[in-house]
Nanobody, 121 residues
Framework: QVQLVESGGGLVQAGGSLRLSCAASGTIFSINVMGWYRQAPGKQRELVATIGSGGITNYAESVKGRFTISRDNAKNTVFLQMNSLKPEDTAVYYC???????????????WGQGTQVTVSS
């Protein structure tokens, strides 16, 4: 059974930085896209950033220039470095991975349990 476990959330002042990590474990043959999404209270979940297996990245306009997504394929881990944080970045951040458990399996989508990021003004 595949699990995605996030860590690194917390409380930080505006202008500060946090680094989120998400490690995938279990039976994994290959991981295609990994990414981060966030959901603020009363709002829909939204894309923050994604990264393909080859390193191609995609960012929401609201985080471009402040957040950096990266991954360690050998450790099935994705990171999100968040700098110049703003109060509007406050949300629960979720890790997502599109992966195959076995070579002949279809690609399925998995989510982590979420980690809270709170930015105070």
């Amino acid at each position: 059974q595949v699990q995605l476990v996030e860590s690194g959330g917390g409380l930080v002042q505006a202008g500060g930085s946090l680094r989120l990590s998400c490690a995938a474990s279990g039976t994994i043959f290959s991981i295609n896209v990994m990414g981060w999404y966030r959901q603020a209270p009363g709002k829909q979940r939204e894309l923050v950033a994604t990264i393909g297996s080859g390193g191609i990245t995609n960012y929401a306009e609201s985080v471009k220039g402040r957040f950096t997504i990266s991954r360690d394929n050998a450790k099935n881990t994705v990171f999100l470095q968040m700098n110049s944080l703003k109060p509007e970045d406050t949300a629960v951040y979720y890790c997502k991975a599109n992966l195959k458990e076995r070579q002949l399996d279809p690609t399925n989508l998995y989510w982590g349990q979420g980690t809270q990021v709170t930015v105070s003004s």
